[in-house]
């Protein structure tokens, strides 16, 4: 088939669908039942009489059997759920037969069963509609004027002709009208499954769409505020499974009735998740009901803060690195001044003391000026093909040996990977980030240092058992000059961050007594354009 085309569906047969075979199933079933009750009623008539069956009576008899047989075939053949049109046909003829011989059998011109020929000319309808109809009631037609020629031959009773063109008649009239009625009756039958089927699909594609829906809606009565509805991205937002009743709207988002309907606003709520900055608009809906939607904005709103935060160190990052350039030649004239006083001062003297503490400071002050400026301006990263795994593996080697790690138990869980990095410059990171475990951790604490398989977004991780930052702090412990121990600079996290960002990276933090601190170095697309300092840390 060529591109493009769309093949039109194939055109089903209507005496071969489900609905035929159903029709067809009630026929049988219908067939089965009246026969059996006429066949009651005839045989309580013909006992009456008294009298031993003729071989004719016999021969009608048989008629009977046969449709007894043929109506147990074509329950067989509906079972295995074979519905061919000539099994429609036969059951029809075989109505028309049956109403035949059971006039026969009582009186002819006399019998009160004429009426079994209506009923075949209606199961004709029902089952094969207009054509059924008619051709049940030719059928009927040309049996009716055989019993009445067969009852003139065998000097029977004559039946007036006249009766027998009415009740042809009569028979093609409800031929005629049962047959419009059962057409009319399939079309509607049709359309309605057509729209049933229709309807289906469009709330298929409304739940999908409702499903895939990356915002969360809900829909909640605004008089009692039960939610009778929450799509699956909003569970997921508010923290709630998946399956199962949902809370109060009180509860998953306090304070939203008190706000009028149509607005936009922010709300912060506290979910299993924590606590979260949401932003929703209100709908009102037919009823007293009310359509919520609502997005998770914390991230957002977490990097609007960094953006802002970076905005303002990088103008005091300038006017910094500027002040530190000026610094450095002054200090340096200064130190050269001391080390010239140094060796003129006696030994022992005062002076000589005094310029020991100069030569000391004025060294400290340059190796902050020079830290500073790498973080004001990174170097950036000179990559290539690293195998991460050992290049963790052995600076934890090395730091085995470190005083601060003395007691400390390290554990290593290194996946094989290699990535395009600056190993010098992740080296240092790692230095950092592990001598902060290290000394959070202390005695008999516990490191652990994780270096996933690729293609994970997240590099390496470094986890320590204090979890011992406080909220409070996070939100600053990556920003210059800000530490919690006595002896730090405030350089050493500003530093990692500034280069993980120079790798388009990032370095994130949680932290809590009860799960510890874990420090994640991970990818992020964007992440070198929103700026040097995450609004996550851990002191310096």
Excluded: C
Excluded at 2 to 23: D, I, M, T, W
Excluded at 127 to 137: E, F, Q, S, Y
Aim: zero cysteines.
């Amino acid at each position: 088939m060529p591109a493009g085309v769309v093949a039109e569906p194939a055109v089903v047969r209507p005496e071969l669908s489900a609905e035929f075979a159903k029709r067809l199933t009630a026929l049988v079933l219908f067939r089965t039942i009246a026969t059996t009750l006429i066949l009651i009623l005839a045989g309580v008539q013909l006992d009456r009489r008294a009298t031993a069956f003729s071989p004719r009576e016999i021969g009608w008899f048989a008629v009977v059997v046969v449709d007894y047989l043929l109506t147990l075939v074509s329950a067989l053949l509906l079972r295995r759920r074979l519905a061919p049109a000539w099994l429609a046909w036969a059951q029809v003829l075989g109505s028309v037969a049956f109403a035949t011989s059971i006039v026969l059998l009582t009186d002819g011109r006399d019998s009160p069963f004429w009426f079994t020929y209506l009923l075949a000319i209606i199961g004709g309808a029902v089952v094969l509609g207009m054509r059924g109809a008619l051709g049940a009631a030719v059928a009927a037609g040309v049996s009716s004027l055989g019993v009445t020629v067969l009852g003139r031959l065998s000097n029977q009773a004559d039946r007036p002709v006249l009766e027998t063109v009415t009740q042809v008649f009569a028979q093609l009239l409800v031929a005629g009208l049962s047959g419009y009625l059962a057409e009319q009756l399939i079309r509607a039958r049709g359309r309605l499954v057509e729209s049933e089927g229709e309807v289906a699909r469009i709330n298929d594609l409304r739940d999908r769409i409702v499903s895939a829906i990356p915002s969360g809606l809900a829909v909640v009565d605004r008089g009692t505020g039960q939610v009778h509805f929450v799509n699956p991205a909003g569970r997921a937002i508010l923290g709630l499974a998946q399956e199962g009743p949902v809370p109060e709207l009180a509860q998953v988002l306090p304070g939203l009735l008190k706000v009028p309907v149509g607005r936009r606003w922010e709300l912060m709520v506290e979910t299993r998740r924590g606590e979260q900055i949401l932003g929703v608009s209100t709908s009102p809906l037919a009823t007293d009901g009310m359509l919520i939607v609502f997005q998770d904005l914390t991230d957002v709103r977490r990097r609007e803060d960094e953006m802002a935060r970076l905005d303002q160190l990088a103008e005091l990052g300038r006017v910094s690195a500027t002040l530190a350039h000026e610094v450095r030649n002054p200090l340096a004239s200064m130190r050269g001044s001391a080390q010239m006083l140094l060796g003129d001062a006696p030994a022992g003297s005062p002076q000589e003391r005094l310029a020991r503490i100069i030569v000391r400071e004025a060294d400290r002050l340059a190796y902050l000026v020079d830290h500073y400026l790498e973080l004001a301006k990174p170097k950036p990263p000179d990559r290539t093909l690293v195998r991460l795994d050992r290049l963790v593996g052995e600076t934890v080697e090395v730091l085995r040996a470190d005083p601060v790690a003395r007691g400390v138990s390290i554990e290593e869980a290194l996946e094989p990977r290699e990535e395009q990095l600056d190993g010098a410059q992740i080296r240092q990171v790692l230095i950092n980030l592990l001598r902060n475990a290290f000394r959070a951790a202390g005695a008999k604490g516990r490191v652990r240092v994780t270096v996933p398989a690729a293609p994970a977004p997240v590099l390496f991780s470094v986890w320590d058992s204090a979890g011992a930052i406080s909220p409070e702090d996070l939100p600053h412990v990556f920003e210059p000059f800000y530490s919690r121990a006595p002896d730090g600079t405030g350089l050493g996290l500003s530093t990692a961050q500034s280069i993980a960002w120079a790798h388009g990276a990032r370095l994130t933090v949680t932290s809590s007594p009860s799960e510890g601190t874990t420090f994640t170095f991970v990818t992020q697309p964007g992440a070198a354009a929103a700026g040097s300092l995450g609004a996550e840390g851990r002191h310096g």
